[in-house]
């Protein structure tokens, strides 16, 4: 399975910006699709996340209220919703694909994109 993010850019505090995950080379629908994000000097973090079906969503709690994530499987397809960002949100997002359902376990992610740098300016 192969993921490509795309849609970062540089947006100013309060803007907007959609994200997407290209999945390819598998079932789609197989899979659970995380978004994650890293900050120069941090860790990878867990953003967001869906279930195969699409009915599953979470949050980390950082997020929640303004992104929202989706997916259309017809199109292999995974997007990333984001609004009302703030300089915090500034990162490289990554999408990855799970066989299981763990949404905030980066370890349970085997598959993943070469992410989308992400730049809210104040």
């Known amino acids: 399975v192969q993921l490509q993010a795309s849609g970062g850019g540089l947006v100013q505090a309060g803007g907007s910006l959609r994200l997407f995950c290209a999945v390819s080379g598998g079932t789609v629908d197989d899979y659970s699709i995380g978004w994650f994000r890293q900050a120069p000097g941090t860790e990878r973090a867990f953003v967001a996340a869906i279930s195969w079906s699409g009915t599953t969503t979470f949050y980390a709690d950082s997020v929640k209220g303004r992104f929202t994530i989706s997916r259309d499987n017809a199109k292999n397809m995974v997007y990333l919703e984001m609004n009302s960002l703030n300089p915090e949100d500034t990162a490289v997002y990554y999408c990855?694909?799970?066989?299981?359902?763990?949404?905030?376990?980066?370890?349970?992610?085997?598959?993943w994109g070469q992410g989308t740098q992400v730049t809210v300016s104040s």
């Open positions: 990855a694909a799970s066989s299981h359902w763990s949404p905030k376990d980066v370890g349970r992610y085997a598959y």
